[in-house]
T-cell receptor, first 115, second 115 residues
Framework: GAGVSQTPSNKVTEKGKYVELRCDPI?????LYWYRQSLGQGPEFLIY????????DSGLPNDRFFAVRPEGSVSTLKIQRTERGDSAVYLC?????????????FGPGTRLTVL | AQSVTQLDSQVPVFEEAPVELRCNYS??????LFWYVQYPNQGLQLLLK??????LVKGINGFEAEFNKSQTSFHLRKPSVHISDTAEYFC?????????????FGQGTILTVHP
């Protein structure tokens, strides 16, 4: 079946602009996760959803970052007033139930470049 | 808070040689441990995971890992590598608690298999 998909695959924007990154999880997966991977680093947790609600948003770096999942499926990560330091690959993952033992299935990522 | 250290950033090895990729974690609570692989231009893929029980875990593509609680390690091994194993490997921990769905990743180890 279809895996996790993310759009766009690449996004180039200018400092100060607003961007939205989209994630389509595997059908039927109740949990959805966002991570950020900077060059040469491992993925860093941002937020995860159980259904429509954010169960843990402790990884969001500041209030410029916001994520929604209004119908419990597709999620959008929104970044306001982008800064050059926001440049990274943004990864989305989903899992069946959101338990600790669940396998998280990752999408290919969105590469964000802020000029 | 939990942390994961991958002791080698790069590991070069010849084809058909054995390999060990090292991972140490720091956590004061019971942990679940994961190894993911990232092939060039692809998303992260689960290799194996330790939840409980036998400390030797077997995964896909001939990889295995051993959980050592006293040394807080979860090293990944393969007795004979192939060219196709060239990729970046990430160790991750889920320590539960208030961060129920969160994976904390190490910095990654780039495995390069030479003919």
């Amino acid at each position: 079946g279809a895996g996790v998909s993310q759009t766009p695959s690449n996004k180039v924007t200018e400092k100060g602009k607003y961007v939205e990154l989209r994630c389509d999880p595997i059908s039927g997966h109740t949990a959805l996760y966002w991570y950020r991977q900077s060059l040469g680093q491992g993925p860093e947790f941002l937020i995860y959803f159980q259904g429509t609600g954010a169960a843990d948003d402790s990884g969001l770096p500041n209030d410029r970052f916001f994520a929604v999942r209004p119908e419990g499926s597709v999620s959008t990560l929104k970044i306001q007033r982008t800064e050059r330091g926001d440049s990274a690959v943004y990864l989305c993952a989903s899992s069946l139930q959101g338990t600790r033992s669940d396998t998280q299935y990752f999408g290919p990522g969105t590469r964000l470049t802020v000029l | 808070a939990q942390s994961v250290t991958q002791l080698d950033s790069q590991v070069p090895v010849f084809e058909e040689a054995p390999v060990e990729l090292r991972c140490n974690y720091s956590s004061s609570v019971s942990v679940y441990l994961f190894w993911y692989v990232q092939y060039p231009n692809q998303g992260l893929q689960l290799l194996l995971k330790y939840l409980s029980g036998s400390t030797l875990v077997k995964g896909i593509n001939g990889f295995e890992a051993e959980f050592n609680k006293s040394q807080t390690s979860f090293h990944l091994r393969k007795p004979s590598v192939h060219i196709s194993d060239t990729a970046e490997y990430f160790c991750a921990v889920n320590a539960g608690g208030t961060s129920y769905g969160k994976l904390t990743f190490g910095q990654g180890t780039i495995l390069t298999v030479h003919p």
